[in-house]
């Protein structure tokens, strides 16, 4: 079975300021696929980054980037530079292989708010 | 291009009665998977269809069903609906089945149970 743990129910940043989100997971896959999506009030769930498990540089688009720490099981998002626009949902997220490739099992969020 | 379509948006039902929720995919998207998503919850997965056959379910009861149809646009049916159905329903496509494949999300289906 898989899990994901996102402890920070809520972060608060001030504008233009990085800040990471924490996301742990357990699995006994050993190939595997993590990722983080934004989800705004209005309720569309949007991709932002992946990482494969056995990819050996952390991932990074744009003003995101992702710490993938492979023996402590996390996964944490960071935002460089904050906008406005950042204050959402976010979720960590992870794939199996195997009969069930296509289920996504997400963590419960964090609730991002970027202050001016 | 089309991002992936819901329909309806939002939706209020009796208990006991029955609902459709449909999907369009990306064009070009072969795979469908459906998440129903609580108020205050990380998204859990219901289904999911890759080239019209189901190749994965979740942990949900036999009241829900799905099903994906020749040009890939989906159905979700819920029978006896219940209070605890009351939800965000949201669809995501993908080209193929496999993880590498990115799941791009529909703005979702609201379903309110009274």
């Known amino acids: 079975a898989q899990k994901i743990t996102q402890t920070q129910p809520g972060m608060f940043v001030q504008e233009k300021e990085a800040v990471t989100l924490d996301c742990t997971y357990d699995t006994s896959d050993p190939s595997y696929g993590l990722f983080w999506y934004k989800q705004p009030s209005s309720g569309e769930m949007i991709f932002l980054i992946y990482?494969?498990?056995?990819?050996?540089q952390n991932a990074t688009e744009g003003r995101y980037s992702l710490n993938f720490q492979k023996a402590r099981k996390s996964a944490n998002l960071v935002i460089s530079a904050s906008q406005l626009g950042d204050s959402a949902m976010y979720f960590c997220a992870m794939r199996a292989p195997g009969a069930n490739a296509g289920k996504s099992t997400f963590g419960d969020g964090t609730t991002l708010t970027v202050k001016p | 291009d089309a991002g992936v379509t819901q329909s309806p948006t939002h939706l209020i039902k009796t208990r006991g009665q029955q609902v459709t929720l449909r999907c369009s995919p990306i064009?070009?998207?072969?795979?469908v998977s459906w998440y129903q998503q609580v108020l205050g919850q990380g998204p859990q997965f219901i289904f999911q269809?890759?080239?019209?056959?189901e190749r994965g379910r979740g942990n949900f009861p036999d009241r829900f069903s799905a099903r994906q149809f020749p040009n890939y646009s989906s159905e979700l049916n819920v029978n006896a609906l219940l209070l605890g159905d009351s939800a965000l329903y949201l669809c995501?496509?993908?080209w193929g089945a496999g993880i590498t494949y990115e799941q791009y999300f529909g703005p979702g289906t609201r379903l309110t149970v009274t």
């Open positions: 990482q494969g498990s056995y990819d050996q």
């Open positions: 269809y890759y080239e019209k056959e």
């Open positions: 995501a496509s993908s």
């Open positions: 064009s070009g998207h072969k795979s």
